[in-house]
């Protein structure tokens, strides 16, 4: 997660709000965007990647955001900030 926002630049809402559908191959749509504009993000070949093994980690679950507290729900916004 950190990783995805460092190298794109994207906000945390923005990518506590990514979908699982919404990663496609080397690129990511943003849909919850501060302008209500749908974007196309392109991370690096690394982010690439560990996304990928993220994804394989990750599993299948009930909702398809992609990221995840320890119980498999969405991660709360606020929970980020303190991590950060």
Known sequence: MF??????GIRLSECIGIKTDDV???KIIIRNTKNLKERTI???TK?????????M????LHHHFLFVNNVDEPLPRRRVQTRF
């Open 3 to 8: 990783m995805l926002m460092i190298d794109t």
């Open 57 to 60: 980690l990750r599993g299948q």
């Open 47 to 55: 982010t690439q990647d560990a996304i990928a093994k993220y994804l």
């Open 42 to 44: 392109y991370p690096a």
């Open 24 to 26: 496609r191959g080397n």
